[in-house]
């Protein structure tokens, strides 16, 4: 008979699923609103009286007046002990105001995508039904770390709604340690604790101890008497149980709890409300202009941020029931983003070096995160593979490259510097791209083009010499290689533009060597080199400096790659091989920040380019967007130079957190489910509509998360000059401006998917460098989530 009732359950709910439209459920939105309060109850183990302390929960907000919805997302028992039935049974008192539903009664519930999404539709629900105070209790099954049907941990699983949690403790022989752990699990995982219930079992006493643990952590502990034992006799049982209930209604522990969330509940969004006043009051932001930030709704304010989304407060704007609202994070913060934001296993990492280590000092020290990490970088599954034997650790990319040009002008100086008085030292200069940017650190700007002086300060001195590099991009529909004004004498290719088979094709560094399009780049290079050489004075430089494939910051212009690889070849093709390891020419650099370690679906552009540097510099996505951490990889000729009996001699350059063991040992966990992903299913799939040929072509280099056919269309549109994808990078440059980065025309453009087209989708949060817009997902982001983008950009840049 039950097996029958549970297959009935199961298909009436599989219908409503199907029924529902299908965004209705297009996304977990986290709710806040100031007439509805939720709380999450988790459990800190199994059988602890979750049910019922809920329920005693659920009585006393109905008698303040509260309209109360109980919610059992997932239920798996007989309908007779199910919880939502015992809500239900001892709340007839306040039936008026009391609302019970379970979501999922059989054995095998949707993933937990699906449940979250009911959820959230679930709480919407509420919102737009009643404008009325109302209280909403969601009781977890089990455990904290009691897996979901899918096998995911409970913790894990409702990650996405992220709900304030009432923790019930455990009161029974061990409960102490299962509530704490149960607590911290929590704790790790971005979720705010609001409050801790218990039994007051006066044999173990875990209560009192509870009640001072968590008194140091600012966190309310409610203990309650222990129910009455349960009857076999139905009738009683229910009495004594009712009776039960009816005495905590007048308990002042239970009065004092409510209370207390009510605070909490308050407290919570009046914080909200006055971060962009207090904010603006004490901050200065990076990369903005202050005399543009007038009103509050002109500060993000960012509550929490999970996989691809910033839950955003919208209260001073927002047209929904919810005072937060999802937003895509469409730069992947700043480029650091690999799996997401808050992903448990990057967490983990974090507090397991932070427990263990702490910082320790690094000098002529190690530890086994330092040490694994520095090993996995230079192995033959790194992107130091074959060349690359030592690894120096530092803070960010800009630091990092920082100390890349001092490696790179010491070997320069030992080589060629015996005539070279201090003064001239001083004045090196670095061959490098207009367009290129490695960080803003004095330094890191002095081997940048000064160009409009964007990124300059009043120090900056630029030194070397930049040439215009020959781009890609994908125009009116047709793969081209646009030659720069500059290039000079372009026979026999005199057009500028050069239509070309595809965007694979140009990424095919072997196929394209021995084209007339390599010669004429070969002959414009050395051309240019020996004008310098010519030129009075004389400009020295004493490095080669790229960023490989893509400049990012200088407007996403993605480069000619076989301009780039035909550059090395010139630069070094000036000095005979030393050695097969020692550098020749020049001290080549790549600046692999952005681009390196599968930003653009490559762990190194090495491979593509078919040429090993001398050093290279890796951050961003290095530790998945946890922590700053930064590494400069070099051969062992660059670290020759610096080998001496003297300590002059040394790399005298290092940072307080150098190696600091918290990045190092997140990096190693990134680097590994960086290494799993790159073979997953899922990426071998987008790179074989890529390739547009059969699944036994080989493989191109160049691919993308972004659909071609979504980057062949926005390229025809009116309002586009070009577009580029690769990995996850997508890049718009729009028709109409000349200012280039210091021109709003890409804000302008796309304003209009800032905000949600509806109460079920989300915003999408960018950023410009002026007349070009990019975006960036994750690693891991969903096909779904993606072709949502797609469509939302070729909306806006249609209409505009």
Request: aromatic share 10%; net charge neutral.
């Amino acid at each position: 008979m039950m097996v029958r009732k549970l297959a009935e359950v199961t298909v009436v709910l599989r219908t409503e699923i199907k029924s529902r439209k299908e965004n209705d459920y297009a996304r977990c939105i986290m709710h806040l609103s100031k007439n509805i309060l939720i709380h999450q109850i988790f459990g800190a183990n199994t059988d602890v009286g979750k049910t019922v302390l809920v329920t005693a929960l659920v009585l006393a907000s109905a008698s303040r007046g509260r309209h109360v919805r109980y919610l059992k997302p997932v239920s798996t028992g007989p309908i007779r002990d199910a919880d939502d039935e015992f809500v239900k049974r001892f709340g007839k008192r306040f039936h008026s105001r009391i609302q019970q539903k379970c979501l999922f009664r059989f054995k095998e519930p949707p993933t937990d995508e699906i449940v979250n999404k009911f959820v959230s539709a679930y709480i919407n629900d509420c919102a737009r039904r009643t404008a009325d105070k109302t209280d909403v209790y969601i009781e977890t099954a089990g455990g904290v770390h009691s897996p979901s049907i899918s096998g995911t941990s409970q913790v894990d699983s409702y990650r996405p709604l992220r709900f304030p949690v009432i923790l019930v403790g455990d009161s029974k022989l061990g409960g102490i340690s299962s509530t704490i752990s149960a607590y911290e699990s929590l704790l790790l995982r971005g979720y705010s604790v609001d409050a801790i219930m218990t039994f007051q079992d006066d044999y173990y006493r875990n209560w009192e101890y509870l009640s001072e643990y968590f008194a140091e952590r600012d966190v309310h502990v409610a203990s309650l008497p222990l129910p009455p034992p349960k009857l076999d006799n139905a009738h009683l049982n229910f009495t004594t149980t009712d009776s039960y209930y009816s005495r905590l209604l007048h308990d002042e522990r239970l009065t004092n709890l409510n209370d207390h969330l009510d605070k909490r509940h308050a407290g919570r969004i009046h914080e909200l409300q006055s971060m962009p006043d207090r904010s603006r009051n004490c901050i200065w932001w990076p990369f903005v202009q202050h005399g543009f930030v007038k009103d509050p709704e002109d500060v993000t304010v960012i509550d929490s941020a999970h996989g691809d989304f910033f839950s955003v407060y919208t209260g001073h704007s927002s047209k929904t029931s919810s005072l937060l609202s999802p937003s895509f994070d469409g730069s992947a913060s700043w480029w650091t983003q690999a799996f997401g934001h808050a992903h448990s296993s990057l967490a983990i990492a974090a507090a397991r070096a932070a427990g263990r280590y702490g910082h320790v000092m690094f000098p002529q020290a190690t530890h086994l995160p330092a040490l694994k990490l520095a090993e996995k970088l230079v192995s033959p599954n790194g992107p130091g593979s074959g060349w690359a034997s030592r690894v120096f650790f530092s803070d960010d990319g800009s630091t990092a490259m920082e100390v890349a040009l001092k490696m790179a002008l010491r070997a320069y100086c030992t080589r060629y510097g015996a005539d070279l008085k201090q003064a001239d030292k001083q004045q090196l200069g670095v061959l490098g791209l207009k367009g290129s940017y490695h960080g803003d650190t004095i330094g890191a700007m002095d081997a940048c083009y000064a160009g409009d002086g964007v990124y300059t300060c009043e120090w900056h001195s630029a030194k070397g010499f930049w040439l215009d590099p020959p781009t890609v991009s994908m125009r009116d529909g047709k793969a081209i290689i646009t030659l720069p004004d500059s290039f000079g004498i372009r026979e026999p290719l005199w057009q500028k533009h050069i239509v070309v088979d595809s965007l694979p094709w140009v990424y095919d560094i072997p196929g394209r060597l021995d084209t007339e399009l390599a010669e004429s780049y070969r002959r414009s290079i050395n051309q240019i080199m020996r004008k310098l050489d010519a030129q009075q004075p004389p400009i020295r430089l004493a490095a080669l400096v790229l960023e490989p494939l893509v400049m990012g910051a200088g407007g996403m212009i993605f480069v000619d790659p076989l301009f780039q690889r035909i550059l090395i070849d010139v630069v070094r093709g000036a000095e005979p091989r030393r050695g097969d390891d020692a550098w020749r020419g020049l001290p080549v650099i790549f600046d692999e920040v952005f681009v390196g370690l599968y930003r653009l679906g490559l762990q190194s552009c090495i491979p593509t380019l078919g040429i090993k540097p001398d050093i290279a510099v890796y951050a961003k996505t290095l530790t998945g967007g946890v922590v700053p951490l930064a590494v400069t990889l070099a051969s062992s000729s660059i670290f020759e130079a610096f080998l001496s009996e003297s300590k002059a001699d040394a790399l005298l350059h290092g940072h307080s957190y150098t190696a600091h063991a918290v990045g190092c040992e997140v990096a190693n966990k990134s680097l590994a489910m960086m290494d799993k992903l790159a073979v997953s299913d899922t990426w071998t799939g987008m790179r074989r509509s890529w390739r547009g040929q059969s699944a036994s072509a080989p493989p191109s280099p160049m691919w993308s998360m972004w659909n071609p056919e979504f980057l062949t269309e926005v390229s025809r549109l009116q309002t586009v000059n070009s577009a580029m994808s690769m990995g996850t990078v997508l890049a718009i440059k729009l028709r109409g401006s000349g200012e280039g980065y210091r021109s709003q025309l890409a804000q302008d453009h796309l304003q209009s998917i800032k905000v949600p087209p509806d109460d079920e989708s989300f915003g999408i949060h960018f950023r410009t460098l002026g007349d070009v817009a990019y975006f960036m997902t994750s690693l891991n982001t969903s096909r779904d989530t993606i072709k949502e983008l797609e469509t939302r950009i070729l909306s806006a840049l249609s209409a505009s």
